[in-house]
């Protein structure tokens, strides 16, 4: 062996990824053509009846007609979406992650290198919160749908949300629908590490029904950390337009979730409280770890925070903004959304 072989082999590495076979999606598709059953054809991608497949499967496994495993029905799907692209998308698989995408081997490489890389500094940053049997079990692999076409992104996504009101703009997404998965345009790499930091927490952690400032909040943190921005505190001139912003009206925007998809300044300033506030209430790990094991949605974590804290979330609000009625009302949020 030459010289020039040797340190070719040398420096050769095997990929951290692999293009998902077109045999192996074939054959999956052909053992699973109950699915074509449940597609709803409403715009310009067709859609899965997610609620009809969960159905069909939960009986089928009571029959044990069809027994198919996570990984398998997240390449059965992807295999589908992919078929009606006019792109040339693939399927590719790493250890933990499933992705549909058009680009090239070096974009893949280096979004797979990230991706997994994040997904352990995730991992090890919250491992007091995140459930051991959830993310082990077995077949298990996070979907990502990757695409340079941000006309594609915004009609993938905008099904997702209402048709009334202005659409948030967006560089990427995680979706809790059918199968959980995340969605980002390619734009500069740059930009992704941020989304998908932000989205793969939210990945990891939805096994839990968490108000969305505690999810925002935690995402906003561990994106901030895995970027190393710059811890984005109050300062004088915020102060002054969450002073002018928050009272006892719009703070349960705050405490629904609802602030949170509207457009402009209070979006911004949501998802700026919920860091702040996660923030500080994680300075306290051992009881941070507790209140959000036990916080749920409907109450947006009040019952959890009598139970950790011995009293409301107000009193964190007043800290901030100083006295007021500052609880979460959840009988007045069906009246604001």
Known sequence: MGLLSLFKTQ????KIFQKVSHELLSELAENNAWLSDYLE???????????GVFTYLEQSAVDKKHLITHQELTLLWLNQLRSQLSQQFFIYQSDHFIILSNGDDK???????MTEAIYR???SALADILDPKFDAAENFKHPIFVTSDIDLYYDYVSY??????????????FLRYGIN???VPESEFEQLEAVVAHELTHAMLSHLSLPVWVDEGLAVNTETMITRQANYRLNPQKNSRHNDFWNEKTIQEFWSGEGFQKPGE???????????????MAEEHPSFVEFVRNAKYPDS???????????????????????????????QWSANQ
Not at 41 to 51: C, E, S, T
Not at 107 to 113: E, I
Not at 160 to 173: K, L, R
């Open 11 to 14: 420096r050769s590495r095997p």
């Open 301 to 331: 974590g009040e019952a959890a925070a009598y139970k950790v804290f011995g009293g409301s979330l107000g009193a964190i609000i007043e800290q901030f903004f100083g006295p007021g009625d500052w609880s979460p009302k959840p009988d």
């Open 41 to 51: 054809h409403q715009d310009k991608i067709a859609r899965i009846n997610w609620q």
């Open 160 to 173: 997702f949300y209402p048709e009334d009101g202005e659409f948030q703009q967006s560089s990427g997404v």
């Open 181 to 183: 998965h995340f969605v």
């Open 121 to 123: 500094r995730i991992k």
């Open 107 to 113: 974009f893949l490489n280096k979004l797979f290198k």
């Open 266 to 280: 209070t979006s911004e300033l949501c998802y700026h409280l919920a860091q702040i506030i996660v923030a500080s």
